[in-house]
Nanobody
Framework: VQLQASGGGLVQAGGSLRLSCAASRRTFDSAYEMGWFRRAPGKEREFVAGIVWSGKNAYYGDSVKGRFTISQDNAKNMVYLQMSSLKPGDTAVYYC????????????WGQGTQVTVSS
């Protein structure tokens, strides 16, 4: 398995959750950037957050700015998504993905983890 997301679950609105994405060593070494995406029922896939492997640049989708934080642990080949002040609108399947360079699309995807936020 190249990427494996975990940490999803059921949480009340206003609560927090941390998602984890474990990358294989090969995927980690070939990656330029790691991202989190989500897909809610009946909606298009949405970019959530991205972080360049150097850890110097992180950026977020407008809907999660100020509430979500992406981080990485290079020693463990892990990327995290700390989600706070969760809203029912954050309910979705969350996927981690990686791409080899800034000019290339995300092309390696994990299996997704369900996040459900109750009102």
């Amino acid at each position: 398995v190249q990427l494996q997301a975990s940490g999803g679950g059921l949480v009340q609105a206003g609560g927090s959750l941390r998602l984890s994405c474990a990358a294989s060593r090969r995927t980690f070494d070939s990656a330029y950037e790691m991202g989190w995406f989500r897909r809610a029922p009946g909606k298009e896939r949405e970019f959530v957050a991205g972080i360049v492997w150097s850890g110097k640049n992180a950026y977020y989708g407008d809907s999660v700015k100020g509430r979500f934080t992406i981080s990485q642990d290079n020693a463990k080949n892990m990327v995290y998504l700390q989600m706070s002040s969760l809203k029912p609108g954050d309910t979705a399947v969350y996927y981690c993905a990686t791409r080899a360079s800034e000019s290339r699309p995300y092309n390696v995807w994990g299996q997704g983890t369900q996040v459900t936020v109750s009102s």
